[in-house]
């Protein structure tokens, strides 16, 4: 059984993945730390498990491995400090708000002799593994091209803070979509073009919405939505759709279709609760699986560097105007 500690419950992530740890019978969910220490406290005993005010006890009380939930910004220093611990590190995306941090993140775990993950769940939906699968045995052939949406709601606090997240929706959520494709097509983005801004909401000092251009390996271009778009009122908090066009047909893909339509007076609005697969404990799984097997979690330290390549182009191409080229560093 692999003991797991989380770091910082500042995304709302941490506590899917949280649960996930209660849920596993190979994990040990053996504490948090958070810098935060009324919000760790609270999590902790939510949770029941011990709460650790010193990041340095935290990391010298023998965990297998961590989940790094931080601020965007914060990601660097707590992975380097993990990883120097011996801890096995599944860091939340973007797993760096930029690529200088990105590269030091996966050289501190090589270093080390430390597995890495990215907490890329969509490699673990249903609808999307499917599409893989088909992907992988031709039924499509070539793909020629793919429109891609991830909408969401505004999440507030530090996203829309720069000096915390180092981006708003166009780094939040073109991630998501940038892997997926990665890893469906075995392809490497070249160029984007994205035009991007504060247009639904003001007081905040990051983008809320991105329309982005792009192209992959072989031609293949790819149009692109990332947005806080979705009211407060939605059923969830988004969407992940794509669309995709082969030389043998035509796939349309909703990420998170597997739903079930609640009607919640208490609430005062509807939701959706879901069925089938969950991504967020196949994710937590797969973390555990790699400590226990001694190697790489699915979605790497590198993939999550690719996706941050993607986006560090789209914002340089929506502050100059022109198509960026993605630029890939050695590893």
């Not at 029941?48 to 989940?67: E, N, S």
Request: contains cysteine; charged residues 20%; glycine residues 12%.
């Amino acid at each position: 059984m692999a003991k797991i500690g989380v770091m910082s419950f500042a995304h709302m992530h941490a506590y899917a993945y949280a649960e996930a740890l209660k849920s596993l019978p190979n994990a040990d969910f053996a504490g948090v730390w958070d810098d935060d220490a009324a919000r760790g406290e609270a999590a902790a005993k939510l949770y029941g498990v011990p709460f650790t005010a010193d990041m340095d006890a935290f990391l010298g009380g023998g965990l297998d491995g961590v989940i790094i939930t931080s601020e965007n910004m914060k990601h660097r220093a707590m992975v380097e400090k993990a990883a120097a611990a011996g801890a096995w590190i599944l860091c939340e995306k973007p797993i760096a708000p930029n690529t200088e941090d990105a590269a030091a993140i996966v050289a501190a775990c090589k270093q080390a002799k430390v597995g890495l993950g990215t907490a890329f769940p969509c490699r673990f939906i249903p609808a999307l593994t499917q599409v893989k699968d088909q992907l992988d045995a031709g039924g499509l052939g070539a793909l020629y091209a793919a429109s891609c949406t991830n909408n969401g709601q505004f999440p507030g606090g530090w996203f829309a803070d720069e000096a915390l997240s180092g981006g708003g929706a166009t780094m939040d959520h073109t991630v998501h979509v940038a892997d997926v494709l990665r890893w469906f097509t075995g392809k490497e983005f070249t160029k984007v073009y994205c035009e991007n801004g504060n247009l639904l909401r003001e007081g905040i000092n990051t983008d809320d919405i991105g329309a982005l251009h792009l192209e992959m390996d072989g031609g293949l271009v790819v149009s692109h939505i990332a947005s806080w778009n979705r009211p407060q009122s939605f059923p969830t908090w988004g969407d992940v759709t794509m669309e995709l066009v082969g030389e043998r047909g035509v796939v349309n893909v909703d990420a998170f279709n597997q739903k079930i339509d609640v009607y919640d007076d208490e609430a005062g609005k509807g939701a959706w609760a879901y069925w089938g697969g969950d991504p967020n404990r196949s994710l937590v799984n797969d973390f555990i699986a790699a400590i226990h097997e001694g190697r790489e979690p699915a979605a790497t330290g590198v993939d999550g560097l690719r996706a941050v390549e993607v986006t560090e182009a789209a914002y340089a191409s929506a502050k100059s105007g022109a198509m960026a080229e993605v630029k890939r560093l050695a590893i």
